[in-house]
T-cell receptor, first 115, second 111 residues
Framework: GAVVSQHPSWVICKSGTSVKIECRSL??????MFWYRQFPKQSLMLMAT?????????EQGVEKDKFLINHASLTLSTLTVTSAHPEDSSFYIC???????????FGPGTRLTVL | GENVEQHPSTLSVQEGDSAVIKCTYS??????FPWYKQELGKRPQLIID?????GEKKDQRIAVTLNKTAKHFSLHITETQPEDSAVYFC??????????FGTGTSLTVIP
């Protein structure tokens, strides 16, 4: 199959701290990974497209200095929420594209709660 | 960019009845249309997809139809079961590019 994992699954942090979320493709190489944010009972909002070895492409309205993305290898992309505030509390989901196919495989998501 | 609209936002059906969810898209270049099922707190799971060179696709109780001229596509679930209850998202994409998701439909199947 095509398995994508995320770590941590849930994190609670104090306001002002930074949180790193990892997204890994376990059994395939992913040149492209995507980061989404999902508020309760709402749709997935694309935050950025992460390409291995290059800078991420951010969607309009997403602060690149706030949400740092690193895609250092073909199996790992990280999202760092810097100086987190309560309004950053959300469900963050990554997905990975296998080869040049259409399908994206989603990670299980990370629930971030900022106190 | 692409804009995907999805209706209805909530849908309740009796067990055994059919459920239909509709989506429209704006970018005629989009050529891939997946449907995802998401249970509370879990990852979206692909349930069926269709490409622009096909008008209909069926997988057991689930079918998807695509009308490229009208730029709309629909998900059909027949003989619904309580375990079909979840939030369903449609998406539109151009091959190799990002997905644009619909706003979701919360489906409740009443036993």
């Amino acid at each position: 199959g095509a398995v994508v994992s995320q770590h941590p699954s849930w994190v609670i942090c104090k306001s002002g701290t930074s949180v790193k979320i990892e997204c890994r493709s376990l059994d395939f190489q992913a040149t492209t990974m995507f980061w989404y944010r999902q508020f309760p009972k709402q749709s997935l909002m694309l935050m950025a497209t992460s390409n291995e070895g290059s800078k991420a492409t951010y969607e309009q309205g997403v602060e690149k200095d706030k949400f740092l993305i690193n895609h250092a290898s073909l199996t790992l992309s990280t999202l760092t929420v810097t100086s987190a505030h309560p309004e950053d509390s959300s469900f963050y989901i990554c997905s990975a594209e296998r080869g040049s196919g259409d399908e994206q495989f989603f990670g299980p998501g990370t629930r971030l709660t900022v106190l | 960019g692409e804009n995907v609209e999805q209706h209805p936002s909530t849908l309740s059906v009796q067990e055994g009845d059919s459920a239909v969810i509709k989506c429209t898209y704006s970018d005629s270049a989009s050529n891939y249309f997946p449907w995802y099922k998401q249970e509370l707190g879990k990852r979206p799971q692909l349930i069926i997809d269709i490409r622009s060179n096909v008008g209909e696709k069926k997988d057991q109780r689930i079918a998807v139809t695509l009308n490229k001229t009208a730029k709309h596509f629909s998900l059909h679930i027949t003989e619904t079961q309580p375990e079909d209850s979840a939030v369903y998202f449609c998406a539109a994409a151009l091959t190799g590019n990002q997905f644009y998701f619909g706003t979701g439909t919360s489906l409740t199947v009443i036993p």
